[in-house]
């Protein structure tokens, strides 16, 4: 199932529970080979990658880490050939048949015995798009009139950098932080009233910004706000 850049709201923030990073951020390694029957190795094109969830837990991850981590080899007695089998890293349930054999990634491995309507799928260019705040730029949702909601690739250089500094202070790097990020208009005046700020993506208290700092960055979720 495909994810189009209207949807993917729906994993903004959310991280792969196999690896830790996020699940709209993927690297080269994540990126889908299509079967060949010839022997050679070919990407899929469009560039995409997908994800699944665990039908027994739900964790979410990558394809790529249920590869690396979920394939399990598994022993056919004490002498006999070693098996593939699929399972959930997170509750240990058995997700699939055993196989004499994993496809490698490059040769299109797929999520054994289960059926794509299970996959998703996200295309590079659609992920790109969502980033770039084209969804929320234009939008520009605005919450209690303090709060615009904008992608973090629309933001300006120096913007980034206080993203980037507020990132550190609670551990975190900009990789970490989420795509969606809050602009908080406030007067020097409503800025000095302010008694208390909250995270605008799940609500925990957020450290009380100093008069001369720019941005806030969620210790819980990674979301930034910007000042
Ligand atoms: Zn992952
Ligand atoms: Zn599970
Ligand atoms: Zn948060």
Same mark, same amino acid.
């Given at each position: 199932?495909?994810?189009?850049?209207?949807?993917?709201? +729906?994993?903004?923030?959310?991280?792969?529970?196999?690896?830790?990073?996020?699940?709209?951020?993927?690297?080269?390694?994540d990126?889908?080979?299509?079967?060949?029957?010839?022997?050679?190795?070919?990407?899929?094109?469009?560039?995409?990658y997908?994800?699944?969830?665990?039908?027994?837990?739900?964790?979410?991850?990558?394809?790529?880490?249920?590869?690396?981590?979920?394939?399990? +080899?598994?022993?056919?007695?004490?002498?006999?050939?070693?098996?593939?089998?699929?399972?959930?890293?997170?509750?240990?349930?058995?997700?699939?048949?055993?196989?004499?054999?994993?496809?490698?990634?490059?040769?299109g491995?797929?999520?054994?015995?289960?059926?794509?309507?299970?996959?998703?799928?996200?295309?590079?260019?659609?992920?790109?798009?969502?980033?770039?705040?084209?969804?929320?730029?234009?939008?520009?949702?605005?919450?209690?009139?303090?709060?615009?909601?904008?992608g973090?690739?629309?933001?300006?250089?120096?913007?980034?950098?206080?993203?980037?500094?507020?990132?550190?202070?609670?551990?975190?790097?900009?990789?970490?932080?989420?795509?969606?990020?809050?602009?908080?208009?406030?007067?020097?005046?409503?800025r000095?009233?302010?008694?208390?700020?909250?995270?605008?993506?799940?609500?925990?208290?957020?450290?009380?910004?100093?008069?001369?700092?720019?941005?806030?960055?969620?210790?819980?979720?990674?979301?930034?706000?910007?000042l």
């Amino acid at each position: 199932m495909r994810i189009t850049p209207d949807k993917m709201n +729906k994993l903004d923030g959310r991280v792969c529970f196999i690896c830790g990073k996020y699940l709209l951020n993927y690297t080269e390694k994540d990126m889908a080979y299509l079967k060949v029957h010839s022997g050679s190795t070919m990407k899929a094109k469009p560039n995409m990658y997908h994800l699944f969830s665990c039908p027994s837990c739900t964790k979410m991850a990558h394809k790529r880490c249920w590869y690396d981590v979920g394939e399990k +080899k598994v022993k056919k007695g004490w002498f006999g050939k070693s098996e593939y089998i699929l399972s959930c890293p997170s509750c240990g349930t058995d997700l699939s048949s055993k196989r004499e054999k994993r496809v490698d990634w490059n040769r299109g491995y797929e999520i054994p015995d289960h059926p794509e309507s299970e996959i998703l799928e996200l295309h590079v260019s659609d992920v790109v798009t969502w980033k770039a705040g084209s969804v929320f730029g234009k939008i520009g949702k605005a919450i209690d009139n303090f709060f615009q909601a904008v992608g973090l690739g629309s933001l300006t250089n120096p913007e980034r950098n206080a993203v980037a500094r507020a990132a550190s202070n609670v551990g975190k790097t900009i990789q970490d932080v989420a795509e969606r990020v809050f602009k908080i208009k406030l007067t020097p005046q409503q800025r000095a009233e302010l008694k208390e700020l909250r995270c605008q993506n799940c609500d925990a208290p957020l450290p009380m910004p100093g008069e001369f700092v720019d941005a806030v960055v969620c210790a819980h979720c990674g979301t930034a706000h910007l000042l």
